[in-house]
Structure formats: C-alpha cells, structure tokens
C-alpha cells in the first residue's frame, strides 16, 4: 500500500512536536522485525504506531500485536493501512499515562516491545520497561544515532555511561540497523539506528537492584572526576572508606566512573 497518498488522501497534517518521521521502506522493516525475534508466536506491543508501516510488517508475522499511538487525527489513517489485519489493535493513548501493569495485564503474556518514537520519549520508554516490565523479552527501539552507540558502548570510551551501565547489567545489547534520516518522512535532522536489547535479568547476581542504581548514578554524576570524588559526594563518605572500596576489586584509585566494567559496577554495588 502507499502509505504517503493514504496519508495526502486523509489530509493528515504532520506534527513535529509528535516527533511524526515515519518509515516507509517496507523491506526495511520487515527485515527489522524478523531480526527483532518476531515469529507466529510472538505477541508484541509497539508504542508510537504513527501511518502503521511498522505495524503492518509485525502484523504480518506475528500472533497479535497492540499498539499504542496519541494522536487520534491518524485513526482514518490507520483504518485503511491496517484494516486487513485481524490481529493488530490499535489503543489511542499517551503510553506515558499508562501504567505498567495496564499494559502488561492487556498484553497477557510475554512480549516483544518494537518501537520508533520520537526522540525526547525513548530513553524514559527504555528505562521504564528496564526497570518495570515483568514480562517483556526484548526492546527494539528506532532512535537517534548517537543515543544507540551509547547503549552499546564498551567500558573506556567516551560513549560509555549511566545508560550503558544500566542497560547492560540486566540485557544484552547491539545495534541491528543503521537508518539514515532520508528514509523517514519527512526526513528528521538526524541519523538513527536500531538496538536491540534483549532482556536477561539473570545476567549478573545484583544483591539489590535500587542500590546498584543508585551507585550508577553517583559513578557518572560528574563525569570529569574521579569515581572516588562521585561516590564521597553520592554517599557522603570519607575518601580512605572510597578508595578503600576501590581497592578491593582492584580498581586504582584514581580511576573515572566510565573505565569499569559493568561486572565491575556489580561487584562495587554487591560491596556497598
Ligand atoms: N512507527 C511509525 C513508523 O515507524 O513510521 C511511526 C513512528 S513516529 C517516529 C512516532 C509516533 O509516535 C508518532 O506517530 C507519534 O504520534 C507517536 N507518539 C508520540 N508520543 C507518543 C506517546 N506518548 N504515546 C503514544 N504514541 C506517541
């Protein structure tokens, strides 16, 4: 189907604020959501379903799938680009106002989470289902070039950071696409890329998760100082007990938060 003479047809009017660059490629994204794990069985949520191209393509592979999309002015939109598919359920709300356990006692089962939103929405999406899914089994979020090499970054380089270290104590990640912004419509000012973030909260042992990310925070509060000066000002301890700490995982002390590993965060957490 064409996507942009449905959306001419119905006189949709873009909104930028709605971060509304869609994806129109239906290669690209079919070839997105196989390697995104969907098959026959899968239930999957998308969030921001915009023109449904995205959602046509799970559809077409998948045993149902929910998603969730604000702006209502795309419902005539969406009534002609997925009204084949029996097994695709569209729910006009702001996923930000509603809660986890809304969602996941909706979808039933395990999911997999596929979404292209806009840019201001996607680490607070990531961390939330991080943090507060229960039943999701992988995330694959379209997003800004800069904010995926990030998530994937390796200890000692200057991507590496708070998101890296809290994604990856409880997931594996990678980037699986790399999308230039001509093959959005409208086109964004920038690059994106996909990553996949496959859930496996057994990764590391974490003795308690609030605290592990409570030292992430205090580790990359200042990026520019030591991990000895993040964590006397994060815990108000004195710097013999810091280095201290440091020591005994073999750690120097004057070492920054971004040189240790997430094993190494974990193993700093468990101490605490
Ligand atoms: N999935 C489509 C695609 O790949 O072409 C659309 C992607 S577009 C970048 C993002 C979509 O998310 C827009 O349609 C926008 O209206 C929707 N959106 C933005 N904020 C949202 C929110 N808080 N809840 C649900 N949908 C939202």
């Not at 992430?216 to 810091?242: D, H, P, Q």
């Amino acid at each position: 189907m064409n996507v942009k003479s449905v959306l001419k047809e119905k006189n949709f009017i873009f909104k930028k604020s709605l971060g509304q660059n869609f994806l129109t490629d239906e290669t690209l994204l079919g070839s997105v959501v196989d390697r995104a794990g969907v098959n026959e069985n899968s239930t999957v949520l998308e969030i921001g379903v915009g023109a449904g191209t995205l959602t046509s393509e799970i559809a077409k592979r998948c045993k149902k799938v929910y998603g969730f999309e604000v702006d209502t002015n795309l419902k005539p939109v969406l009534e002609k680009t997925l009204g084949e598919y029996q097994n695709a359920q569209i729910i006009f709300k702001d996923v930000m106002k509603v809660t986890m356990s809304e969602i996941e006692d909706m979808l039933g089962s395990e999911y997999i989470l596929v979404a292209n939103l806009p840019y201001y929405i996607t680490t607070p999406i990531i961390m939330r289902f991080i943090e507060e899914a229960k039943n999701c089994k992988a995330i694959v979020i379209t997003i800004q070039k800069e904010v995926a090499e990030r998530i994937v970054a390796k200890e000692k380089t200057a991507d590496y950071g708070s998101i890296t270290v809290s994604i990856n104590a409880v997931a594996d990640s990678e980037i699986i696409e790399y999308i230039g912004r001509e093959k959005f419509y409208p086109s964004p000012n920038v690059d994106s890329a996909v990553v996949k973030i496959t859930l496996n909260k057994d990764k590391f042992k974490i003795n308690d998760l609030q605290a592990f990310r409570t030292l992430v925070k205090n580790s990359f509060a200042m990026r520019r100082k030591t991990l000895v000066n993040n964590l006397m000002k994060g815990y108000g301890y004195s710097r013999e007990k810091c280095e201290e700490l440091l020591t005994s995982i073999s750690v120097p002390v004057t070492a920054r938060g971004e040189e240790l590993s997430v094993e190494q965060f974990v193993e700093l957490s468990n101490l605490i």
